[in-house]
């Protein structure tokens, strides 16, 4: 009967253990949430032509960026994405036939659609920026130079010029 009485008290003593209160230490937590917003597919649309108008053999004719006349790309995507953009078609001659017509190019960038104002970059070396904070957009606008030489043979001279933009992944 001792030994059950000790095995009892023994239980008894461990239970009572379990409902004194642990001596524990302060802590604290947190959480955080992880998202991911993913961007759309980049587009990119010509929203005005670069055109020289009516030239005249014999004299130069240039179009900056800012003219009303420049070439006008807009680029859409995600929001502060960073984009590459090229021209995979930059002729160097605008062509009549077998007839041509050489051109150098000039070019801006800005994340406003502010009028060819912006930051100027090298067209055939392409530019590596980021799309607006806001709206997801770039704007390019192209100018450039024709020498028209005297006794130049007469009509419409053109070609493509060709932008391609893509995503860094940064």
């Known amino acids: 009967?001792?030994?059950?009485?000790?095995?009892?008290?023994?239980?008894?003593?461990?239970?009572?253990?379990?409902?004194?209160?642990?001596?524990?230490?302060?802590?604290?937590?947190?959480?955080?949430?992880?998202?991911?917003?993913?961007?759309?597919?980049?587009?990119?649309?010509?929203?005005?032509?670069?055109?020289?108008?009516?030239?005249?053999?014999?004299?130069?004719?240039?179009?900056?960026?800012?003219?009303?006349?420049?070439?006008?790309?807009?680029?859409?995507g995600g929001v502060n994405a960073e984009v590459q953009v090229q021209f995979t078609a930059l002729p160097s001659d605008l062509t009549d036939g077998t007839n041509t017509l050489p051109i150098t190019y000039t070019s801006t960038y800005n994340t406003a659609d502010a009028g060819g104002s912006g930051t100027t970059f090298t067209p055939a070396a392409g530019v590596t920026t980021r799309l607006d904070a806001a709206t997801g957009q770039l704007h390019i606008y192209m100018g450039g130079s024709?020498?028209?030489?005297?006794?130049?043979?007469a009509g419409l001279y053109q070609e493509t010029i060709t932008l391609s933009a893509s995503y860094t992944g940064n």
């Open 146 to 153: 024709i020498v028209v030489p005297a006794g130049q043979v």
């Open 1 to 76: 009967m001792q030994k059950v009485f000790r095995i009892g008290l023994a239980a008894l003593a461990a239970g009572a253990l379990l409902l004194v209160p642990s001596v524990s230490r302060a802590q604290a937590t947190a959480s955080i949430t992880a998202s991911a917003t993913v961007a759309g597919a980049l587009t990119a649309t010509n929203l005005r032509d670069l055109s020289f108008g009516t030239v005249i053999p014999g004299f130069t004719r240039t179009v900056t960026p800012s003219d009303a006349t420049s070439g006008h790309f807009q680029i859409d």
